[in-house]
Nanobody
Framework: QVQLHESGPGLVKPSQTLSLTCTVS??????????WSWIRQPPGKGLEWIGY???????YYSPSLKSRTSISRDTSKNQFTLQLSSVTAEDTAVYYC??????????????WGQGTQVTVSS
C-alpha cells in the first residue's frame, strides 16, 4: 500500500519561495497511470488542487497558480517536490500530497499524506 509523507518548513516569509517534499513508499512515482498531486486547504476554506506530476514526469498546474508553481521529482529518492514562489499570507494552508486511486483518473485521490501546516508570516 502506497504511503506519502510531506516535509518542509512550517514557516515561510512573505515574498519567499515555499518548498515542500513528498516522500513516497510502497509505490513508485514512475509507475504508469499514477499522477502525484499537491493540494492545500487554507484555514476555514475548502481543498484547492495545486498541480500534479504525472508518471511520465510531465507536470500540470492549476491555472490560478501556474505562474508561481513548479512541481518536479527525484526518481532516485522516490520523491516529488512543490515550489510556490512569491508567497503571501493567502498561501497559508495545510499542504497535502496525494495520488489517484488504482485504475482511476488523476483527480480521484485515493492516497493522501497526513498534511503539513505552512504559515506565511514575517
Amino acid at each position: 500500500q502506497v504511503q506519502l509523507h510531506e516535509s518542509g518548513p512550517g514557516l515561510v516569509k512573505p515574498s519567499q519561495t515555499l518548498s515542500l517534499t513528498c516522500t513516497v513508499s510502497g509505490g513508485s512515482t514512475t509507475t504508469n497511470y499514477y499522477w502525484w498531486s499537491w493540494i492545500r486547504q487554507p484555514p476555514g476554506k475548502g481543498l484547492e488542487w495545486i498541480g500534479y506530476i504525472a508518471y511520465s514526469g510531465r507536470p500540470y498546474y492549476s491555472p490560478s497558480l501556474k505562474s508561481r508553481t513548479s512541481i518536479s521529482r527525484d526518481t532516485s529518492k522516490n520523491q516529488f517536490t512543490l515550489q510556490l514562489s512569491s508567497v503571501t499570507a493567502e498561501d497559508t494552508a495545510v499542504y497535502y500530497c496525494a495520488r489517484n486511486s488504482d485504475g482511476s483518473s488523476w483527480y480521484n485521490f485515493g492516497s493522501w499524506g497526513q498534511g503539513t501546516q505552512v504559515t506565511v508570516s514575517s
